[in-house]
């Protein structure tokens, strides 16, 4: 998700997305650890994808 699509959203929708990519992440990683993952690759583009989130919630609470 890019980063001007998620400056768009508020806080409550970012804390709802945020919660629902860190679950995602728990679930690709558990897939990973019994060798049940097809692309590897997602659990680069969940974890870039958290860090965005994150950085745009701490804009915002100094802001």
Do not use: W, Y
Request: without cysteine.
């Amino acid at each position: 998700m890019k980063a001007s699509e998620l400056r768009q959203k508020t806080k409550d929708e970012l804390g709802s997305l945020l919660l629902e990519l860190s679950r995602e992440q728990f679930n690709l990683k558990m897939q990973k650890g019994t060798s049940q993952l097809s692309r590897p690759d997602q659990i680069k583009k969940v974890r870039r994808d958290v860090a965005r989130i994150h950085t745009i919630l701490n804009e915002m609470a100094g802001a």
